[in-house]
């Protein structure tokens, strides 16, 4: 099959609710990706954060054959090994919290939501959310996402949704009241086009939340797993959340997601309460394990933090070469290029190049490689970029 055969098949048989680039990817290596007619591609943005320490990482492999061989599932009526080892890890990686695993994003959420309805003592269900945060889609998660465009069409949504601006304090405490469930954020806003909460506004929200007997929820579904240089975003903070949600490079490419509560809020889910069939299975668990193994044994959260402040320093290089780009901004390897104009355009010349980055909220392009990057391949990746832009008019 050739690319327009296949391309032709998504056109017929595959629900057109993605806007795809027209490439199809037979194989991704690393910091690498190849196309069916064997085009090698530098991937910036590898499986939208999914591939947190490179696609196809050797350790997650073996992990997932070996498993593979063992056990691929077994429902929750049973335990597994895998499972609360993972939990374990997790646990001990952020605030000693109690896990329950899902298969994405959104269910992660979802599971905080339920929690922090079911949890508050006085029937609280108000939750607020932030403008242009992002949380899922699914009903409840895409009702908590402050953005009217992922709401249209859908209504009438769920009940008892409040939203503010992001990192507005007075905003906050306007909101507030002894009806509120849950505040849920993301530290970094990754769809919303990489924005750091601010560490006023996270104590604010802290301390609220302890005044309300409302919890703090932290979507780490993008910054989970060492993406901004620490294991979870909160860790930049001095404030310690009571439940956070992750999912994406969880898995190391396996769909995994899970939520971690404080244990004394996470026994308000009882059983009956809350479940998920796949969730925890014993091969999302193993690649999970072996994601958490690979980022210790090699040394990839300082690899992280060091190629991070490389590639914010190299983008911050072109700004001074390309008006159009504004600044440059992020934590780790999560980085954000403001841009003046929209970057679709530039996103499309660059895979042209051979380089895949990503544009979010039009104008701004993303960069988040995996943790295993090398100086080399941000050295790549911004030439081409930078041939890119000099050639100039991209819209
Ligand atoms: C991607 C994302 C989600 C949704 O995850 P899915 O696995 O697509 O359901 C939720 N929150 C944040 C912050 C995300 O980046």
């Known amino acids: 099959m050739n690319t327009q055969e296949v391309l032709s098949m998504f056109d017929d048989y595959v629900i057109a609710n993605y806007g795809r680039l027209p490439k199809v990817i037979t194989k991704g290596e690393n910091n690498k990706l190849f196309d069916l007619e064997g085009n090698e591609i530098l991937d910036m943005f590898p499986g939208w954060a999914v591939s947190g320490i490179g696609h196809c990482h050797p350790k997650v492999v073996k992990a997932i054959q070996q498993q593979a061989a063992k056990l691929l599932h077994i429902d929750n009526t049973f335990y597994t090994v895998e499972q609360g080892k993972l939990a374990k890890l997790l646990s001990e990686r952020a605030f000693g919290g109690k896990c329950f695993f899902c298969n994405s994003g959104a269910e992660a959420n979802e599971a ?44 009438p949504l769920p009940a008892g949704f409040v939203y503010v601006p992001f ?27 990489v924005h750091e909460a601010t560490p006023e506004y996270m104590q604010t929200i802290r301390d609220l939340c302890d005044a309300n007997g409302a919890l703090m929820i932290l979507d780490e579904v993008q910054t989970c797993m060492g993406r901004t240089g620490r294991w979870f975003g909160y860790q930049h903070y001095e404030v310690v959340p ?46 999970s394990i072996a994601v958490v193994e690979a980022i210790e044994e090699d040394n990839l959260l300082d690899n992280a933090n060091v190629m991070g402040r490389y590639t914010r320093e190299k983008l911050a290089q072109l700004k001074e070469k390309y008006p159009i780009i504004d600044h440059v901004r992020g934590k780790g390897l999560m980085i954000g290029i403001q841009l003046t104009m929209p970057g679709a355009a530039i996103v499309s010349r660059c895979l042209e190049k051979g380089l895949r980055v990503n544009c979010t909220q039009e104008t701004v392009l993303r960069f988040m490689p995996s943790m295993t990057v090398t100086s080399e391949e941000v050295d790549r990746a911004v030439a081409i970029l930078d041939e890119v832009l000099a050639q100039g008019e991209t819209s």
């Open 112 to 155: 905080a939501l339920k929690l922090a309805r079911r949890h508050t003592p006085r029937q609280q269900y108000k939750i607020i959310t932030a403008e242009k945060s992002f949380h899922g889609r699914t009903f409840a998660t895409l009702t908590a996402t402050g953005q009217s465009k992922c709401h249209e069409g859908f209504q």
């Open 167 to 193: 990192n507005d304090i007075d905003a906050l405490q306007e909101a507030f009241d002894d009806e509120v469930a849950a505040v849920m954020i993301e530290p970094i806003q990754g769809e919303g086009g």
């Open 242 to 287: 009571d439940v956070i949600t992750m999912a994406k490079a969880l898995g190391g490419g396996v769909a995994v997601g899970a939520m971690m509560a404080r244990p004394d809020i996470a026994a308000s889910l009882v059983p009956g309460t809350h479940a998920s069939t796949f969730g925890g299975n014993s091969l999302a668990c193993a690649a």
